[in-house]
């Protein structure tokens, strides 16, 4: 619960004792009250159940000695109007709320500041927009500028590799006439009247005091009294520009990549957005990309799946040979290392090459003999497994 709740709600009147009952008076009411709105007696009614919370709330208060003693003090203290300005007792001096929080004579009772940070963090919360007790409000400052996005396709071989390219936008930028400050070249903005440069300003509503940015300088602390005829007083006008964007090796399809301060300028001076580049990888006509692997496919002939041979296939730098063993099924995968793509430690992945042993179609009469000799002189596949259960329904 908030520290507003224990100056609003009267816990004492949802549990319906006075504020003298004792704390075995406090148990039962809560106890009778409690089981006469508990959801399991009250099934489907909403109303039951609120009530069931709201006395369950000022339980938890008013049943434990030190939250009741606190809770009670504070609704003295706002109940008493102690916290209006210039409030006064009955021929007494203004009250000072400072007093409340240590800035008041040594000796002071130290159940209000002097004994520990209990009320000032709870009066914190509620006194200049959560701010520390009586500390000053800041001005906010020229408002940053907005983000902005946009989309570059990069080549395959050049996000592996990493590049630097011309990026060109039209999007806002800072006004050259001004130099983002939004006043007429001569002149420059002046302090506001309202804020006096704070960028705040205060009112008070009763019991409370309410920051808020101020209307007239939108919380900055100047305006422009003779705007910038290019940019009319932002700061920023809408060009074309074009930045080097370096996209580092191993960059991948899908990845974003932020320049801090590239975005948007901020209105009259304010720190600028950043610029957000989504990276598209145009597909490869032979390899592929899984994590920092390349992935290539080469077809192989059946005899040299059965026989074995030395392969030579490219890379995205140049060749490499790699080395096929006598009986290579298809599908087999082998790996040159170091032919992938540079990790962000340095160390490069690997190019790995799925074989695809190609049946042909049609073979001419001299093969089809020698495949037919062939196949008289090998030993039959291993199938007894797939055999036996064929058989089984024979």
Not at 40 to 54: L, T, V
Not at 113 to 135: E, T, Y
Not at 137 to 153: F, L, M, N, Q, Y
Not at 193 to 202: I, S
């Amino acid at each position: 619960m908030s520290s507003k709740d224990w100056i609003e709600k009267d816990y004492y009147a949802t549990l319906g004792v006075q504020k003298s009952a004792s704390s075995d008076e406090v148990k039962k009411s809560y106890r009778k009250l409690a089981r006469e709105s508990h959801p399991d007696h009250n099934p489907g009614d909403p109303q039951a159940e609120e009530r069931f919370k709201a006395v369950s709330e000022a339980y938890a208060i008013l049943g434990d000695e030190a939250k009741r003693r606190e809770y009670d003090e504070m609704r003295s203290l706002f109940g008493s109007g102690a916290f209006r300005r210039n409030a006064r007792g009955a021929g007494g001096p203004p009250f000072d709320a400072s007093d409340l929080f240590g800035g008041g004579a040594a000796g002071g009772d130290r159940r209000f500041g002097g004994g520990g940070p209990g009320f000032q963090d709870l009066f914190s919360s509620i006194f200049s927009g959560g701010g520390a007790a009586g500390g000053p409000s800041r001005a906010r400052g020229p408002a940053k500028g907005r983000d902005i996005e946009t989309e570059v396709a990069l080549d395959f071989g050049d996000a592996v590799h990493g590049v630097t390219l011309p990026l060109t936008l039209r999007a806002p930028g800072v006004c050259d006439t001004c130099d983002g400050s939004g006043a007429k070249p001569g002149t420059r903005p002046v302090t506001c009247p309202v804020c006096h440069g704070a960028g705040v300003t205060t009112r008070n509503q009763g019991s409370f005091s309410f920051s808020e940015p101020c209307r007239t300088c939108q919380g900055v602390g100047t305006v422009v009294e003779e705007k910038c005829p290019e940019c009319h007083g932002t700061g920023g006008v809408t060009k074309t520009r074009t930045l080097k964007v370096r996209f580092p090796a191993g960059v991948a399809d899908g990845q974003r990549i932020r320049l801090a301060g590239r975005g948007e300028p901020g209105e009259r001076g304010g720190p600028a957005g950043d610029l957000f580049v989504h990276v598209k990888v145009r597909p490869d006509e032979l390899f592929g990309r899984t994590g920092d692997d390349l992935t290539l496919t080469v077809p192989i002939t059946f005899p040299e799946a059965v026989l074995g041979t030395d392969l030579r296939v490219p890379t995205l730098d140049g060749t490499v040979t790699l080395r096929v063993p006598p009986g290579t099924p298809s599908g087999r995968v082998l790996r040159a290392r170091g032919k992938g793509v540079t990790r962000r430690n340095g160390q490069p992945g690997d190019l790995l090459v799925t074989l695809d042993v190609v049946v042909p179609a049609r073979v001419s009469d001299e093969a089809r003999a020698a495949l037919e000799a062939f196949a008289e002189q090998s030993p039959p596949a291993a199938r007894e497994h797939l055999d036996a259960r064929v058989r089984r329904f024979s």
